[in-house]
Structure formats: C-alpha cells, structure tokens
C-alpha cells in the first residue's frame, strides 16, 4: 500500500489534528464547518453534552438575506443565520472549527457572517 492519500483523506487528518486541540464546552460551543462543492453547512455543538445547539446551511431559504451573487455570499448569509439562530439558545462565544479547510474563501467568509451577526469566535 503506498502512502499516498486523496485530498479528502488529507483534510480529514488536518481535521482530526485540529479536533485534538479544539473542543466545544457548555460555554463556549465549537462551531463546526463542512464544506461541499455546491454547499456549506455550519453547526454549533456542545461536545461535553453531545448537543448540537444550532445549525445552518446554504440548503436553507437564504435568497432573501443573500447581498450579491455567488457561494461566498452565501456562505456570509448562512454565517448570520446561524449567529441568528444561536442567540435565539443563549449562545454568544465559539470556538471555530475549519473542519481541516483553509481559513480562505467560504470558511472565512461563513466565519466573517457569524462575527457580524453577533458571535464571538
């Protein structure tokens, strides 16, 4: 078996490596991202409890909050949503978990979305 590995395989063990350092505590969750090639989904999850607490995703109704054309718009609406949706539970800090992706693009701009509607990371 050589010891080459998939670009898949590669994010999963940059993503393992990030979950050694990174856990979601009662008071500050950890939010998640996955991103696909067409969609990107963000969670944010209580790891002591194993809860997830909120959720969003470019699958949701978003074409009304959506400001300009694209994925990276729409990554920035999903970012709000989910801030929305997390003060609704009383959660204001994160932790930000890439899920082994690049801070670039869509993870950043999910992120920069969650920062402007009201989370902490």
């Not at 990030?18 to 944010?44: C, D």
């Not at 209580?46 to 990276?72: F, W």
Request: proline residues 1%; aromatic residues 4%.
């Amino acid at each position: 078996m050589s010891g080459r590995h998939d670009k898949n395989e590669l994010r999963q063990i940059r993503h393992l490596r990030i979950r050694k350092k990174v856990r979601g505590t009662t008071e500050r969750p950890r939010l998640s991202v996955f991103r696909s090639a067409n969609h990107i989904y963000a969670q944010i999850i209580d790891d002591i409890r194993g809860v997830t607490l909120a959720a969003a995703s470019s699958r949701d109704d978003l074409q009304s909050r959506v400001e300009g054309s694209g994925r990276i718009a729409l990554s920035s609406a999903v970012g709000k949503l989910l801030a929305e949706r997390a003060k609704a539970k009383g959660v204001s800090k994160v932790c930000f978990d890439r899920g082994g992706y690049l801070y670039h693009g869509r993870v950043k701009a999910l992120a920069d979305g969650a920062r402007s509607g009201g989370l902490e990371l």
